[in-house]
T-cell receptor
């Protein structure tokens, strides 16, 4: 079956512009996560959606970052007024239920963002 | 808070050598432990996992045992292949469940023929 998909695969933007990154989770998965992978910082959690609950935004690095999840499926991560330090690979993951420490997260291929 | 520490790379081995990548963790309660692998140009893939103490996860010849007494989850493989060249990430997920994964910084493995 289809895995987690993300688009675009690569995005180059100029400093100060806004960008939107999209994630399509595995069908039927209720939990969706965004992570960021950057040199020197490893993999960092950004935000987590579980069903209709309020998202856990505790990992967002600044108020320039926001995310939404429409209809419990597709999610969009928006970065406003991009800065060069936002350059990274943004990874999306989904899991079946989100609760229970055994629940496995499946990752998409990522979006590589480069801010010039 | 929860954290994962894994050995820094890069690690370079000859084909058929024995591999160990060390991973230790700090967490409250009983987290689940994971190894993810990222092959060149590909996304993160779950390699193996263990959900309770003394469990052994295994896949593709790789093994890791959940050791609560030493808070460790070391990755091992008896005979590596060139195709195992990748970045390996150790991760945990807290006992409460509704938590994201906490990752180590990754270890790059290069296997040469």
């Amino acid at each position: 079956g289809a895995g987690v998909s993300q688009s675009p695969s690569n995005k180059v933007t100029e400093k100060g512009k806004d960008v939107e990154l999209r994630c399509d989770p595995i069908s039927g998965h209720t939990a969706l996560y965004w992570y960021r992978q950057s040199l020197g910082q490893g993999l960092e959690f950004l935000i987590y959606f579980q069903g209709n609950s309020a998202p856990d935004k505790s990992g967002l690095p600044s108020d320039r970052f926001s995310a939404e999840r429409t209809g419990g499926s597709v999610s969009t991560l928006t970065i406003q007024r991009t800065q060069q330090e936002d350059s990274a690979v943004y990874l999306c993951a989904s899991s079946l239920q989100g609760s229970g420490s055994t629940d496995t997260q499946y990752f998409g291929p990522g979006t590589r963002l480069t801010v010039l | 808070g929860d954290s994962v520490t894994q050995m820094e790379g890069p690690v370079t081995l000859s084909e058929e050598a024995f591999l160990t990548i060390n991973c230790t963790y700090t967490a409250t309660g009983y987290p689940s432990l994971f190894w993810y692998v990222q092959y060149p140009g590909e996304g993160l893939q779950l390699l193996l996992k263990a959900t309770k103490a003394d469990d052994k996860g295994s896949n593709k010849g790789f093994e890791a045992t959940y050791r609560k007494e030493t808070t460790s989850f070391h990755l091992e493989k008896g005979s590596v292949q060139v195709s195992d060249s990748a970045v390996y990430f150790c991760a945990l997920r807290g006992y409460s469940g509704n938590t994201p994964l906490v990752f180590g910084k990754g270890t790059r493995l290069s296997v040469i023929a």
